[in-house]
């Protein structure tokens, strides 16, 4: 029996799928199973009497080494996984367990290791591990992993009292890009950008991409906030050299957020709230910067939050109410026209301008309902005062760039709604500002399209304030050009102002426009205007927004007296 189990135990040795070494008490290999030579490549006559470190790969260092043989002398036995190198040269991973036969004393005679081959699990785990911690477009971490490296990165520095950079930079113009150029032109923006992001910092410092055409940066190991501040430039700078994407070339900017540990905050959670607002400070102060977080920016996104939240309910508790600016006819004097802007009555602060809240409005997404209800609010405004005041009676709203992406609002439906209310479509005309020719994607182009289709009219606002490229002037068919009130403010007789809206109106006019001037105040601005041909002014000088039975009453005044003119002198109304 005891020839028969002898007979079975080699059976086994021989044909086990799992490696097998009996080694001394050192490691030194005394014999080996075929599986051993199956994994690893080496024979019995290569092994025979060499140390099983023999094996080693180096993924492993010393101290693990150290903590084997210290169990294994403790406790005769060990388990557990490493990597090991194959004679050809390759590393593959094993799961080994060693256990020790002792001598009747007590002390080691022999060991044997048992182990088999998990490579492929093992790449399988880390690959799996490599998709769940990096960015596999950038190759950078992703957000998980830039969120246990900023814990970890915190701790240490609070325990070592170092301080820490957390920066947040957001590529400006990329959507654009993208749009223009399509999704392969931008992974490969997005890859050039992630590697001159990884050429400003040192090794230890890490860039990570949140996601879009976010990075964040965590920069430890600095003295002076100064270097900090520098750094931020100099992203911003490397960012700024050409693209070359196929034969083009393209340019992209960006804005940085930066904020400090211990100065700005204590914890992950407040540093990358503040990390954020600084960006977001950045943004809104023109893109193409950097900016250090302060304390009033926190307050100011408090204020926002509050805002944005409050705006939520306004609408269905009434709070809001239009105010009617006269816009006069330069030339008869008559008020045939008035632009509609929204007010704000907020039970507990008051009045809070459109200037302040639309914004906030346009980011919490609830300027489509806010806008839709204008829309409505007017256009029954204007059928009364069609009846009342001038049968041509026209009102203008305001419409958000945001607005024209919401398919809800595609512009033969405003169209069709004015039908419906039994008013011509050149009741209602839309003040749209030169931000959103800028960024025309082809669903605005075809929206401005449609209404100007329907007969819906279109005034530019803002003249001259943003990029005033004049291309857009006869690319979209625009009705009206509102010069904006900065031009008209200092308006004097010698002014260069009067001079650049001069040549504004003589444009206008030759490419088939109306133009408004906003803003006038005083009766030199008008009487200059007049006689520069301008078309129609709206400002304090005739009214200030008014609520609507205010307005009516005055143009019903204002029109009658402008009759009464037209008839004695004719044209003029001087
Ligand atoms: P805007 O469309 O350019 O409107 C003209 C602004 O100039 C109004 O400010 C008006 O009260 C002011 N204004 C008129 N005449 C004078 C003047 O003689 N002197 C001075 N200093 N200011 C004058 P308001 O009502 O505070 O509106 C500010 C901006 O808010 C508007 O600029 C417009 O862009 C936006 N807004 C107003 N209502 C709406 C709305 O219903 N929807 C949207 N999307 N935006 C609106
Ligand atoms: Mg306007
Ligand atoms: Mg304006």
């Known amino acids: 029996r005891a020839e028969e189990e002898l007979r079975r135990a080699a059976l086994v040795y021989q044909t086990s799928s799992e490696g097998m070494a009996v080694m001394n008490a050192q490691g030194d290999i005394i014999t080996i199973n075929p599986a051993f030579t199956r994994i690893t490549g080496y024979t019995l006559d290569e092994v025979k009497g060499h140390n099983i470190s023999l094996l080693n790969s180096g993924r492993q260092g010393p101290e693990f080494y150290d903590g084997l043989w210290h169990t294994l002398d403790q406790k005769g036995r060990w388990q557990g996984e490493l990597w090991n190198r194959r004679k050809d040269g390759s590393l593959y991973a094993e799961a080994l367990s060693i256990n020790t036969i002792f001598n009747t004393d007590g002390t080691p005679h022999q060991r044997v290791a ?15 591990w490599n998709q769940a911690n990096y960015d596999s477009l950038t190759g950078l971490p992703n957000r998980r992993m830039f969120r246990e490296h900023l814990d970890q990165s915190l701790a240490t520095a609070r325990d070592t009292e170092q301080r820490l950079a957390l920066l947040f930079l957001d590529l400006d113009r990329f959507k654009e890009i ?58 911003i700078k490397r960012l700024a050299e050409p693209f070359h994407i196929g034969k083009e070339t393209e340019y992209l900017s960006a804005s940085v957020g930066i904020t400090l540990f211990p100065q700005d905050g204590g914890d992950t959670e407040t540093l990358l709230k503040h990390a954020d607002q600084a ?122 760039p ?71 002037l006869h690319e979209f068919e625009l009705d009206y050009l509102k ?69 009516q009453a005055l143009a019903l005044a204002h029109n009658r007296l402008a009759d009464l003119r037209h008839h004695r002198l004719g044209v003029s109304t001087d």
């Open 114 to 128: 048992l182990f088999s081959d998990i490579t492929q699990r093992k790449t399988h785990e880390e690959l799996i």
């Open 279 to 400: 960006m977001y400070a950045a943004k809104r102060l023109g893109r193409n910067r950097w900016e250090r977080f302060t304390p009033a920016m926190q307050e100011a996104a408090l204020m926002r939050s509050r805002i944005a939240r409050d705006l939520r309910t306004a609408l269905a508790d009434g709070q809001f109410w239009l105010a009617y600016q006269p816009i006069v006819n330069l030339r008869t004097g008559h008020i045939h026209k008035a632009e509609a802007l929204i007010r704000w009555q907020h039970p507990i602060h008051g009045h809070i301008s459109p200037a302040t809240f639309i914004p906030i409005a346009e980011e919490a997404g609830t300027i489509q309902d806010i806008g839709r209800w204008v829309f409505e609010t007017a256009a029954h405004q204007v059928k009364a005062w069609q009846t009342s005041l001038h049968p041509d009676f026209q009102i203008s709203v305001n419409k958000s």
């Open 483 to 551: 010069i904006d009130q900065s031009f008209v403010r200092h308006l004097h007789g010698a002014s260069k102002d009067l001079a650049l809206c001069k040549a504004t109106i003589v444009m206008a006019h030759e490419l088939g426009m109306k133009v408004v001037a906003e803003g006038i105040e005083t009766e030199e601005q008008r009487q200059l205007l007049r006689h520069a041909g301008c078309d129609y002014g709206q400002g304090y000088l005739f009214a200030r927004p008014l609520p609507a039975a205010e307005f």
């Open 178 to 235: 993208n749009d223009t150029h399509g999704h392969d032109a931008g992974d490969l923006l997005l890859q050039t950008a992630a590697q001159r992001l990884r050429s400003c910092v040192r090794e230890s410092d890490m860039v990570a991409r949140l996601g879009g055409d976010e990075f964040t940066l965590v920069i430890t190991h600095w003295h002076d906030e100064h270097r900090v501040e520098e750094l931020a430039q100099n992203l």
């Open 402 to 472: 945001l607005q024209f992406r919401d398919t809800a609002q595609r512009g033969e439906l405003w169209a069709q709604r004015l039908e419906r209310m039994d008013l011509s479509t050149h009741s209602i005309v839309l003040e749209i500002t030169e931000g959103l020719l800028m960024d025309a994607s082809d669903a605005t182009r075809e929206h401005l399209h449609q209404l100007h289709a329907a007969g819906v009219q279109v005034a530019l606002d803002d003249f001259g304030t943003g990029y005033s490229a004049l291309s857009y």
